[in-house]
């Protein structure tokens, strides 16, 4: 689960991660009263949505540039009113952009230089890295793979902790002495705890910066938590913005169906998740495009088959679907009767082919036949691919 | 032989008296499988019955081995209790401990594998199908079935499985004995980010198994585990070896159901590790229907012969 960057720092002042002073605005009405908090002179007004990118971004009414550096607060209140409720577009959000309902205005600080800092689970060992790089405020990609050597590493042992003698590598590797030394030290010992204690899948500041009278600041923050954790972060848990999530990905987590909405025309109903990223390839393999990722889990009961057609069908770029089961236990007549069942309810009116496996599998298709529905049937994955690619074409 | 269980194995269920594993421990007793006990704290001197089988139930996995001998657990407890109950079973000295459960936070993981590296017991899962070595009876009956895979459509012989998920493991078994071609044992790791055995573990058990003649790997996007047991295969590994990469179509950055399933950088995609299994002499299957013919490819051309 993702949260906005103010959310992100004020769970940041909770754990000792300085961060210059800010305020959230949602609504220009808020804009005077939380302009009030912050003393007068520059100020920065920062778009919040879930993405990155901002600072490069343009409104969808042609503004330009979701993060505005303002002389003024009075500036910044006027770019303010150019952002709330305004859309934009970034690298990462697609063409449709995200709508700001939150304005995020701070202290701008004076930078003496930029760096990077980010804490998340390395895979192959199985703990927590921290990484570090003098060269921040840049793509941190771009960095580890044209000068590596100015990125470095701590993997954090989960049985001991963060290690002193870690933390002064890290502070050595950035190149940090006096004052600032002891502020990133300090720092970076509470942003660990913080990915610690808060289940957090990653914490990311980029940049981390140094002022010139000594501070050291977070002036970004993207945060994400590993959303099985979260039944034991209440308060993160209320942190969750429905607002940048696909309304369709919501109401399918209602039924414990993991969709992700893409942008093909071919919708796909598929027991597993491995399957069901397969059978998105296999989609494309034989030249279609795959609409969505959807999977129903090992039980694909009725109820979840109906809300994952009707899912389905609320994508308008939708034009055949694929549904592939393969039913290891479950019965496959079963599931026949539970896809028409959801094809009568919903009423379709789109090409429809089914690959049913497994478990009594004659039945289910015999079913399928009966039905009178127009289903058609395959036999592999690729030949009921094949099928669905040539009905969409 | 086989890999990890034989069909002798006598195996614990951790989590008997829920839903979830009370059904799929029914499933392996049907299925033949030596389940010599279930363990439930607070539950204890119950027994579980399913037709003629009566398994007693324990309050804790020390009490389960002591009375049964047990060497293998299985666990079908809930997110929030699991890392606890596989520390149990590593705790009483299990060879091997199975975790079917799916949603462990990514933190209890890490300490789990912490506090169990060194120790005896080998972890597979979490979030996984389970373990099975297939039995010589009627559609594979009378072998061990660890976890929730059908165990109908396994036939016992000489090919070793290894996936991260399940329903492409059952596609891949599924279509190895429809061409009567059996398997020596089907291994799920799971797909979690951090999990107890990688692909390379099985893979070099596979290797070292004399009964195992040609291995099946299906991958997926993230991590770079495939790409470390390819390079692995090329060095060490001349049995016939296929492969599969799910995910050349998942976008970045999100997360496609399996937890451990979202592409990160430029490396962990499916096109880059499918590159390495070629570089690396996997046959590479092109579509989830082409698993079993990749690997009767592979045997053709070093001469082996799988049924």
């Known amino acids: 689960m993702n949260i906005h960057e103010y959310q992100a720092k004020a769970l940041f002042e909770t754990f000792g991660v300085p961060v210059p002073k800010g305020v959230a605005a949602k609504a220009a009405s808020e804009f005077d009263p939380a302009l009030a908090q912050l003393p007068e002179g520059p100020t920065m ?24 550096f303002c002389k003024t607060k009075a500036d910044a209140k006027e770019i303010a009113g150019r952002m709330i409720n305004n859309t934009l577009v970034t690298l990462q959000t697609g063409p449709a952009g995200r709508k700001v309902q939150t304005v995020y205005f701070t202290v701008a600080s004076d930078i003496k230089k930029e760096y990077y800092l980010a804490i998340l689970l390395d895979r192959a060992t199985s703990r927590p890295v921290i990484v570090a790089s003098t060269e921040g405020g840049v793509e941190i990609e771009k960095v580890a793979h044209e000068t590596p050597e100015k990125i470095f ?28 030394a002891k502020g990133a030290a300090k720092l970076i010992r509470n942003l660990y705890t913080m990915f610690w204690e808060t289940d957090a899948s990653m914490v990311e500041i980029n940049p981390l910066i140094t002022t010139p009278t000594g501070e050291v600041l977070a002036l970004d923050a993207k945060v994400s938590f590993d959303s099985n954790a979260l039944y034991r972060h209440p308060e993160i848990t209320a942190l969750r913005d429905l607002n940048e999530e696909d309304p369709k990905e919501i109401e399918a987590s209602k039924y414990n169906l993991s969709y992700i909405a893409l942008d093909g025309n071919i919708a796909c109903l598929v027991n597993g998740a491995g399957l069901a990223m397969s059978t998105m390839d296999i989609i494309k393999h034989f030249g279609g495009s795959p609409a969505n990722f959807l999977d ?62 497994g478990n009594n599998v004659n039945a289910g298709k015999a079913t399928l036949a009966a039905s009178g529905l127009p289903i058609v049937s395959g036999d592999t994955m690729a030949d009921a691919a094949r099928k669905i690619v040539q009905l969409v074409a | 032989m086989s890999i990890l269980i034989q069909p002798e194995t006598k195996i614990l269920v951790q989590g008997i008296t829920g839903d979830f594993g009370g059904r799929h421990a029914k499933l392996s007793l049907d299925y033949g499988t030596r389940v010599a006990g279930g363990v439930t704290p607070g539950k204890g001197g119950q027994f579980f019955e399913h037709k003629e089988h009566k398994v007693p139930i324990f309050n804790s996995v020390h009490d389960a081995v002591a009375a049964t001998g047990a060497t293998v657990s299985v666990v079908f407890v809930p997110p929030p209790f699991a890392a606890d ?17 799916e949603g462990i936070p990514v933190r209890d993981m890490v300490r789990v594998k912490r506090a169990i590296a060194g ?14 070595t297939p039995g010589s009876g009627p559609q594979s009956h009378g072998g061990c079935r660890i976890g929730i895979a059908p165990g109908y459509i396994h036939k016992k ?126 046959e590479v299957a092109a579509t989830p229907s082409d698993m079993a013919d990749a690997l009767l490819r592979a045997a053709k051309a070093k001469g082996v012969t799988l049924t």
């Open chain 1, 153 to 180: 590493k701590v993997f954090v042992d989960p049985a001991y902790g963060l290690a002193d003698f870690q933390v002064r590598q890290l502070i050595a590797g950035l190149g940090f002495s006096g004052a600032e």
């Open chain 2, 85 to 101: 109950a596989i520390l149990e079973g590593v705790d009483a000295g299990l060879d091997l401990v199975v975790a079917i459960t």
């Open chain 1, 45 to 68: 007004v920062k778009s919040q949505i879930h993405a990155g990118g901002r600072g490069k971004g343009t409104f969808t009414d042609g503004f330009k540039g979701g993060v505005k």
């Open chain 1, 296 to 357: 129903v889990g090992g039980g694909a009961t009725k109820d979840q088959v109906v809300a994952a057609f009707k899912i389905i069908l609320g994508d308008a770029n939708v034009k055949g679907i694929f549904v592939n089961i393969f039913g290891g236990i479950m019965d496959c007549n079963v599931i026949a009767t539970g896809i028409i069942e959801a094809v009568r309810e919903v009423g379709l009116k789109l090409p429809l082919v089914v690959r049913l496996e």
């Open chain 2, 157 to 282: 012989g000489h090919v070793g499985v290894v996936s991260r998920s399940g329903t492409l493991t059952y596609e891949a078994v599924y279509q190895l004995t429809s061409k009567n071609i059996g398997q020596s044992t089907c291994v799920g790791i799971g797909g979690d980010p951090v999990n107890g055995t990688s692909h390379l573990d099985v893979i070099r058990m596979f290797n070292d198994d004399p009964d195992t003649h040609g291995i099946i790997l299906i991958g997926e996007i993230g991590g770079n585990a495939e790409v470390e047991a390819a390079r692995w295969i090329k060095a060490n590994v001349t049995k016939p070896v296929a492969g599969f990469i799910a995910g050349a179509t998942a976008p970045a950055g999100r997360r496609m159901g399996h937890a451990g399933a979202i592409v990160g950088g430029a490396e962990d995609t499916a096109a880059a590790k499918i590159a390495v299994f070629r570089e690396c002499g996997i």
């Open chain 2, 119 to 132: 120790r005896k017991t080998r972890l597979i899962g979490p979030n996984c199908p389970g373990v099975v």
